[in-house]
């Protein structure tokens, strides 16, 4: 079966700029999940989708992320207005059954704000 | 904050067993441990999890404590391709709004050497 799929695998903008990042899981895979490192900290959980409904939006940083998972399918992470602290690599994931048997993560973003 | 303590770093030979251990005193009744790691750039990769049995799979073996306050991770036989961050964590899979999350911690970062 495909992986999880993001895209795009690197992306450079400027600071005030907005950026969107997307993920396509596993196909069949209710739950979907968003994650990031940014530099020199560990890797932090934003949020987590089940279908289309957030079911935990806990690690979100700001209103300046907004996520979405039209028809819960593929879901977009959009910043705006990007900031420097947002520099850093964002991972998505999906899994059945909320990850019982663990996740399958993604190969990243590494997003560049200059 | 992460629930387990892990060295941070550790050395293994090429075809030995890599043992990692993780400390999680204080782990609750419905939490189950999880091991995933992350090689080079790539998305954390699952591994194994278990909630008070030992497990293994084709990639590793995990021993827990009869107290489940520590367990080991075992790659039986390690090669070059193992070297990797291996992040220890505990997850409870069910209850609440945050079921799904995982909270990583700095790992351990295991290297294999020929």
């Known amino acids: 079966e495909a992986g999880v799929t993001q895209f795009p695998s690197h992306s450079v903008i400027e600071k005030g700029q907005t950026v969107t990042l997307r993920c396509d899981p596993i196909s069949g895979h209710d739950n979907l999940y968003w994650y990031r490192r940014v530099m020199g900290k560990e890797i932090k959980f934003l949020l987590h989708f089940v279908k289309e409904s957030k079911q935990d939006e806990s690690g979100m940083p700001n209103n300046r992320f907004l996520a979405e998972r039209t028809g819960g399918t593929y879901s977009t992470l959009k910043v705006q207005p990007a900031e420097l602290e947002d520099s850093g690599v964002y991972f998505c994931?999906?899994?059945?059954?909320?990850?019982?048997?663990?996740?399958?993560f993604g190969s990243g973003t590494r997003l560049t704000v200059v | 904050d992460a629930k387990t303590t892990q060295p941070p770093s550790m050395d293994c030979a090429e075809g030995r067993a890599a043992n990692l251990p993780c400390n999680h005193s204080t782990i609750s009744g419905n939490e189950y441990v999880y091991w995933y790691r992350q090689i080079h750039s790539q998305g954390p990769q699952y591994i194994i999890h278990g909630l008070k049995n030992n497990e293994t799979n084709e990639m590793a073996s995990l021993i827990i404590t009869e107290d489940r306050k520590s367990s080991t991770l075992i790659l039986p036989h390690a090669t070059l391709r193992d070297t990797a961050v291996y992040y220890c964590i505990v997850r409870a899979n069910a209850g609440g709004t945050s079921y799904g999350k995982l909270t990583f911690g700095q790992g351990t970062i295991l290297t294999v050497h020929p």
């Open positions: 994931a999906s899994s059945q059954w909320g990850g019982v048997n663990g996740y399958t």
